[in-house]
């Protein structure tokens, strides 16, 4: 397994998706102060996937500088607010997802398929008989 | 702007890409020491979406339980490996970024356009004549 090109794949998708929630975070404060400039980074959105944050920015930047240093800024901001926090949620939410799932296979292992109790029974009875 | 909100759909987003890792290396090892499993595990991957990783390994569990275990195994494992390097790695990735486009907008703020430069250069060689 390699951990490092894991690693190096899950922090570009970590920091593409923070990249995206900044645009969210701009595009709702935008519709409440400029409802045009918002309809126009939305636009601007639609045509180009934030699933690639340094196309998007790349493509951004030939249109509008002010709002590339906008994304920048929060996106920094959001990385300072949630970054640390991650590794302990992921971890929780993981251990919580894996036990649910271990709980059900051991449940229908333990447990004895409807038909085989019904066919243990009638053996039962035959046996007192 | 919601830190909270940010921080948990980030979390169930690395949850679900560490999960689709997870899977990935499996298919890998499978294709080598099973190929017909393999094969089957793809077709699974492809019909259910891992972008959901929760549906996913819901959806295995009704076909392939043994997988479902292999898979939270392996992505326990993973997320062990990598999560603690995660917000120092996206930091710096980030700080990369923000200085390479910072460093574009300076330049092309601080650069008088060709066109500009050209009117200056006639205007000056018309005050010296």
Redesign the interface.
């Known amino acids: 397994?390699n951990?490092k090109r894991?690693?190096?794949?899950?922090?570009?998708?970590?920091?593409d998706?923070?990249t995206y929630?900044a645009v969210r975070?701009i595009l709702d404060q935008l519709s409440e102060t400029n409802p045009t400039q918002a309809l126009w980074l939305r636009q601007f959105s639609q045509q180009h996937s934030l699933q690639n944050s340094?196309a998007y920015?790349e493509a951004l930047?030939a249109e509008r500088?002010d709002l590339?240093?906008r994304i920048?800024t929060?996106?920094?901001?959001?990385?300072e607010?949630?970054?640390?926090?991650?590794?302990e949620?992921?971890?929780s939410?993981?251990e919580e997802?894996?036990l649910y799932?271990?709980c059900?296979?051991l449940e229908?292992l333990t447990q004895t398929p409807p038909e085989d109790q019904e066919n243990q029974e009638s053996d039962d009875s035959n046996a007192t008989e």
């Open positions: 397994m951990s894991v690693a190096q794949e899950t922090a570009k998708v970590l920091q998706y923070l929630q975070t340094e920015l930047m500088k590339v240093m920048m929060v996106r920094e901001d959001l990385a607010r949630v970054l640390d926090f991650l590794p949620m992921v971890r939410g993981m997802s894996n799932y271990r059900q296979i229908r």
